[in-house]
């Protein structure tokens, strides 16, 4: 069923190298607020400001994402992982990231929110 009512579509763009607006009609339907690469080892490249990947404090651009809530993802498809990261808007996920010799977990709240033009294409 198709409609004009677009107040329930979110807007998900994949990657920096390969921009690509994938459109989940959804409601409450949203993700962490980062843009990763689209091949492995999938790598954080942007964290949109004042999102929940961005606020946490932990995660930087560089960091290797090595499992989201204790799947691994090295044999993942960027697609399997936007389906890890996206969930209803209030429900965590578990970040484990290696940053060199380092991993780093972050837990990490979805939530809607807008991006900017520049947030979005990671320019």
């Known amino acids: 069923v198709v409609t004009n009512d677009f107040r329930n579509l979110h807007i998900?763009?994949?990657t920096v190298e390969e921009p690509r607006v994938?459109?989940?009609?959804?409601?409450n339907i949203c993700g962490i607020g980062m843009n990763i690469t689209r091949d492995p080892p999938f790598t954080i490249q942007l964290l949109h400001e004042?999102?929940?990947?961005h606020r946490c404090g932990l995660l930087r651009a560089g960091d290797v994402i090595e499992a989201i809530d204790g799947s691994p993802v090295a044999e993942l498809s960027i697609?399997?992982?936007?389906?890890l990261i996206l969930g209803e808007a209030g429900t965590?996920?578990?970040l484990h990231v290696r940053r060199g010799?380092?991993?780093v977990r972050a837990r990490l709240l979805r939530a809607a929110g807008k991006?900017?033009?520049?947030?979005?294409?990671g320019a």
């Open 12 to 14: 998900v763009l994949s």
């Open 22 to 27: 994938v459109c989940y009609a959804m409601a």
């Open 50 to 53: 004042g999102r929940a990947a």
């Open 79 to 83: 697609e399997d992982i936007t389906q």
């Open 92 to 94: 965590s996920l578990e």
């Open 101 to 103: 010799n380092a991993d």
């Open 115 to 121: 991006l900017a033009p520049h947030q979005a294409f």
